[in-house]
Structure formats: C-alpha cells, structure tokens
C-alpha cells in the first residue's frame, strides 16, 4: 500500500495561489493514478483533478479547469496541486489520493491522505 501526506495548504486572500504538495511512501508511487478532492463544510467531497501514472494525462473538474494544474515527481514520489486565481468558493479540506486506474469517482481511490485546509477569504 501507500501512505499519503498532504501539506501546504493556508489561509489566503482571493486572487492568490498557493501549490499543495502530497508526499508518497510504500509501494511504488509511480505505479497509481493520483487524484485531488476537496470537501467544503456541509458538502459532499468532490473530485479536483487527476493525472495519470506518468502526469501524461490529466482531467479537472470544470470548477478548477484553467486555475488548477496537477502534476507529479515519480522520482520524489510528490504530487502537486498548483491552485492559482483563488477564489472563496475553493475553501475546503484537499485530499489527495491513490487509484489503480483513471477516475474522478472518490470511492475507486484506495488509498487517502489527511487533508491540508485552504481557506479563502473575500
């Protein structure tokens, strides 16, 4: 299996960035498809973004589309989440996660992290 950990999540003011880093341990990282999700306070948990085993393909939600970018370091065994043109709806507790194939579907995803906060302020 792969335990996950995610960090670099903050307060911050719309119309900033932060990057989200997710760090791998245990089997081979370079092995799963890595998927973002988000949870807001009283929501469902939704998918963010996914990329493929070599960050070759890559998939957002329409939400994100165009501020968001994934992308992965097999060799450091980290992924990222670089989140630019924040806005308060993106407030939330990011997750990362690993999956043997391709989905935006959360419960096809093995393996979770923790969840880092981001809270965007108007």
């Known amino acids: 299996q792969v335990q996950l950990v995610e960090s670099g999540g903050g307060l911050v003011q719309a119309g900033a960035s932060l990057r989200l880093s997710c760090a791998a341990s245990?089997?081979?990282?370079?092995?799963?498809?890595m998927g973002w999700f988000r949870q807001a306070p009283g929501k469902e948990r939704e998918f963010v973004a996914t990329?493929?085993?070599?960050?070759?393909?890559?998939d957002y939600a329409d939400s994100v589309k165009g501020r968001f970018t994934i992308s992965r370091d097999n060799v450091g065994n980290t992924l990222y989440l670089q989140m630019n043109s924040l806005k308060p709806e993106d407030t939330a507790i990011y997750y990362c996660?690993?999956?043997?194939?391709?989905?935006?579907?959360?419960?096809?995803?093995?393996?979770w992290g923790q969840g880092t906060q981001v809270t965007v302020s108007s």
């Open positions: 996660a690993a999956n043997d194939g391709f989905s935006r579907l959360d419960w096809e995803y093995d393996y």
């Open positions: 990329t493929s085993w070599n960050g070759g393909t890559t």
């Open positions: 245990g089997r081979a990282f370079s092995r799963y498809v």
